[in-house]
């Protein structure tokens, strides 16, 4: 899927524009995010990684709006999802949009689960909220979802309490609250973290099934880049708030151009002998609050230059032009060696 | 040295940020700072000896000379409100600290003992619980007789499962908690635990509960008063105060009121700044 | 082979009643060990990997000495034949107390054990900062006020304050961030080589396994099902659940896709054990003959057995595999 390029934005279920957001604190505020430019076109599998600190939650969040309004600004920047502007909705719009246009998973799900009511009433209630459609028709259609999620004993797990099924099985059934009425985009903020790793595994492959099934998008936020490298097509690399990378997903793990990228890759230990030394980013992720009008990444940089001083914009490189990176020095690099 | 300055200042400063955003909470600072300094200061700010009776000057209405009007025997009642104070607020205190420091250890240990321990304890706190508070004060204090002295303690007593609970409560929380866990590892005494990790991961809700419950021994000193088990003629209580005006709460209605308004503000006062604090102590606000 | 091991476990077995009725009768239990057998040596790295449900946390316990086994042995081999044993705890943030300033956390250890001033644990909690890369002057903040990968430095002095001989690393960067996880890491080998100690390694996360031990163990419901050198059970694994659980590693350096079923039943509850093999249910290779049978843990190689398998059958000898995901040394 070729995405990112300026394309139609009717056919790009989720389009971020240099997205700047800021929370006010005691004494100042946290610039939460600074140039967030991203794309999901319609039945992409995107991911958007990061670390803590990057802003890769605040960005799912935003996907949906679900940060209170009155605590954030937004400075710069909009979001369109199919082309409406979301900033600009009312809440009880945005209410409509939520869960059946856009949905979202969590990494706990039974923190996202009402732990006092039946499954199957949870997600029933779901589809009511969306569909006109009688109780017994919902019924049926859950009971449908929850045999598509491969879950053997339907009618059991209908009647259970989250807290009487496994992390896989809520997961699951998070997953079948999200696409039971068919999404056009799906916002998994750090899905599989929690669960073991062949847990993880059903799970994502399960995502992307259904995923394909309905023509759902999906935004995979995570820190694991080796799942990044199996299940999506792109990537955006996040770094204090902004994007400082994004491309193909073989592109930018097999050959990282921003230097940071280069430091998180480098720093696996399935890239090093076992027991030597792994590679460090020598230095901290800045302060939010008092970031500096530079490159963000400069303190911690092995390439620093005059240019820096200024924050860079995030530009497609002359060789290609699918892979676009927010470095100055690495622009120019590219620039002459295309040449 | 510098570091730990440091690190208190910035404490302390965002510490009055907190409170600054929430003027319910610094209306109810500015109260309490009223209200104490004007009962510490009485004998610079009381125009007249409290005691003094001027049967010439009986049952006069608030006038520049008498503030709050006198009473029956002629004494200044805005003098006697001022004095007053040093009794209620005095005894609001004594009680919720004592009460809280109490049944805070009891509470502790008993949670960190378990087991019959911690089982005999809590069935003599639920007994006495099962008991109306105002009921099993006034009891108390009438079998121990009337006197200010009393009344303090038999609120005291009646207060202290209060305490223990919410104190057992926090302690079977925190028994569960990784730090103790680890400090299980190393070998720690329970003594150690308690002393260490238990104390002081319970306080913030017990230092909501004491600051609130300051204004409610004072509403309770003052309704042992007001029935005649608490602070004894002629000593200036409030509670007194209040019970003696009944007899005049018609045509003079200054006897009661002032004493009474004294009471409602003060204990308003301790209530929004419980409440305030809770707030602020609450980890799910904590914005770094 | 030098034996300067450090710790046994004897076939361990830990059970809790997990139901009572009301005349106090035990109405089940949770089997969560089910005979242990391992040792860890000094100067090396023993990796436990296993997912929820395998025991691996109670197994950090037992070694604790928080928790006595209901069935089997822990010797211990140092000199004084009492447990020198530490533990650094997964979640950096409940691990500290947050109202004790960082001096206190990282003495504690010591200071239960008595006989040190003041101002001596202050001066040691100074120099083990130093010695895990935190700044001295920082000695009087609380755990808040440092990031996570900081936390976990402190969490590591904490460990060594007593001097161990050996430390359990219960997931210890699970919660980090991957740049700070790098950090811990070296952190971590640096001190293994300074101090010749001995880390009982348990993750879930095999490329961390990989790159910290020289051993490693598989376990699953309360069993090791595979035990040998790192490199060997990673590449050529004898189990068949090392080859499910490796199968669905995500691997960076192989091609770029997933597949493979989507279905798989759930692990069983360790309230009723299975009969024969455990992993029976979820295992591509059984049969109706040997697998009913309890399996024993075998010895892959005569001599040096220090390879060893819970299934009869050694499927990297037979090269029954479905899909390979070459994991490179």
Redesign the interface.
């Known amino acids: 899927m070729q995405g990112n390029q300026a394309g139609q934005t009717d056919e790009l279920v989720l389009s971020v524009e240099n997205l700047h957001i800021e929370f006010p604190i005691y004494k100042g505020a946290v610039k939460a995010l600074n140039g967030v430019t991203l794309q999901v076109a319609a039945g992409e599998i995107v991911g958007l990684v990061g670390e803590s600190g990057s802003g890769k939650s605040v960005c799912a969040m935003m996907g949906m709006r679900l940060i209170p309004s009155d605590s954030y600004r937004v400075t710069r920047g909009t979001i369109r999802q199919s082309g409406k502007d979301i900033l600009a909705l009312s809440e009880k719009e945005m209410r409509a949009i939520r869960g059946s246009e856009v949905s979202m998973i969590f990494q706990e799900p039974m923190t996202a689960l009402n732990p006092v009511m039946k499954v199957g009433k949870q997600i029933i209630n779901v589809i009511l909220q969306h569909q006109s459609i009688s109780r017994a028709k919902a019924r049926e259609k859950t009971l449908g979802l929850l045999r598509e999620m491969y879950i053997a004993d339907p009618e059991r797990v209908f009647d259970s309490y989250p807290f009487e099924l496994s992390g896989g099985m809520r997961q699951r059934i998070m997953i079948a609250l999200a696409f039971s009425c068919e999404p056009k985009l799906l916002i998994a903020d750090e899905p599989t973290t929690a669960l073991d790793v062949t847990v993880q595994k059903q799970v994502l492959l399960l995502l992307r099934e259904r995923a394909r099934k309905t023509g759902t998008a999906i935004l995979l936020i995570t820190h694991d880049m080796a799942v990044v490298s199996q299940f999506c097509e792109r990537v955006y690399v996040m770094y204090a708030g902004a994007v400082v990378e994004d491309g193909l997903t073989r592109d930018v793990i097999k050959q990282p151009r921003h230097p940071y990228t280069q430091g998180l890759l480098a720093g696996l230990p399935e890239n090093v002998k076992p027991g030597t030394p792994l590679k460090t980013i020598g230095g901290q992720v800045p302060d939010l609050a008092q970031l500096p009008a530079c490159c963000s990444f400069m303190n911690r940089c092995g390439r620093k230059e005059y240019i820096c001083r200024n924050v860079p914009d995030l530009l497609p490189l002359t060789s290609d032009p699918s892979h676009k990176v927010a470095c100055w020095i690495v622009q120019e690099e590219d620039e002459r060696n295309a040449r | 040295m ?3 300055v440091a ?1 208190l200042k910035h404490r302390s400063s ?1 510490f009055w ?1 907190q409170l600054r955003r929430s003027p319910m909470t610094m209306i109810g600072l500015g109260i309490i700072i009223f209200m104490c300094l004007s009962a510490l200061l009485a004998p610079v700010l009381a125009p007249y000896n409290p005691d003094v009776i001027n049967l010439r000057a009986r049952l006069q209405a608030p006038s520049m000379a008498h503030f709050f009007g006198t009473d029956e025997v002629g004494r200044d009642i805005f003098s006697r409100v001022l004095y007053g104070g040093q009794q209620s607020i005095g005894v609001g205190l004594f009680v919720a600290f004592v009460a809280s420091f109490i049944g805070t250890i009891i509470g502790c240990f008993s949670g960190i003992f378990g087991k019959w321990v911690d089982t005999i304890i809590m069935r003599i706190m639920d007994v006495m619980l099962s008991i109306p508070s105002l009921v099993l004060t006034m009891a108390l204090a009438a079998a121990l007789g009337p006197s200010l002295f009393n009344a303090m303690l038999a609120i005291t007593l009646v207060r202290i499962p209060y305490y223990v609970r919410l104190a057992r409560g926090q302690t079977l929380g925190i028994r569960e ?3 103790v ?9 329970r003594r ?1 635990i308690v002393q ?2 238990v104390i ?2 319970a306080l913030p809700p017990i230092i909501v509960q004491t600051t609130l419950d300051i204004g409610n021994a004072i509403l309770m000193a003052a309704a042992l008063g007001f029935i005649g088990l608490g602070a004894q003629q002629p000593t200036a209580e409030w509670g007194a105060m209040v019970s003696a005006g009944r007899n005049f709460l018609i045509d003079q209605w200054w006897y009661s009121t002032f004493p009474g308004l004294a009471i409602l503000i003060t204990a308003i006062g301790f209530n929004l700044l419980g409440d305030g604090m809770r707030d602020m102590l609450d980890p799910k606000q ?3 | 082979m030098p034996d300067n091991r450090l710790v046994s476990l004897n076939d361990v077995h830990v059970h809790f009643p997990v139901q009572k009725n009301w005349l106090g009768q035990v109405k089940s239990i949770a089997h969560v060990l089910n005979g242990i057998d391992l040792h860890a040596s000094a100067g090396e790295t023993l990796g436990i990997v296993g997912e929820s449900g395998c025991g691996k946390s109670t197994l950090a316990q037992v070694l604790m000495g928080l928790l006595p086994p209901t069935r089997g042995k822990v010797s211990w081999h140092t000199a004084s034949a009492k447990p020198n044993i530490q533990i650094v705890f997964q979640d950096p943030q409940s691990s500290l107390d947050p109202r004790l300033p960082v001096w206190k956390v990282i003495t504690e250890p010591i200071h239960v054990q008595g006989g040190h001033s003041r101002a001596q644990l202050r001066k040691i909690a100074g120099d083990l900062a130093v010695q895990v890369g935190l700044r001295e002057e920082y000695m009087d903040r609380y755990p808040h006020e440092f990031s996570g990968g900081q936390r976990q430095r402190i969490a590591i002095a904490r460990a060594l304050a007593p001097n161990p001989d050996i430390i359990v690393l219960d997931e210890p960067t699970s919660a980090l961030d991957i740049s700070v996880q790098a950090q811990i890491l070296n952190l971590l080998n640096d001190l293994q080589k300074a101090r010749n100690l001995s880390y009982i390694l348990i993750s879930h996360n095999v490329s961390v396994i990989k790159h910290m031990s020289k051993r490693m163990a598989v376990m699953y419901l309360g069993q090791i099902v595979e035990l040998g050198p790192t490199a060997g059970v990673l590449q050529k694994p004898a189990h068949p659940y090392t080859e499910l659980l490796l199968e669905a590693v995500p691997d960076m350096t192989g091609s770029f896709t997933m597949n493979g079923p989507v279905d798989l039943p759930e692990l069983p509850g360790n309230r009723h054990l299975p009969r024969g093999c455990f992993f029976y249910d979820r295992c591509r290779y059984r049969d109706e003959t040997g697998c009913h049978l309890a399996q024993p843990l075998r010895s892959l190689d005569a001599e040096q057995k220090i390879r060893w398998v819970r299934c009869y059958k050694n499927i990297y000898e037979n090269s029954i595999r479905a899909e390979s995901t070459e994991t490179s040394v």
């Open positions: 510098r570091a730990m690190s965002y940020y908690m990784v730090y866990k680890a400090a299980q590892t190393f070998g720690a005494s150690h260490w990790h002081r991961n904590k914005v770094k």
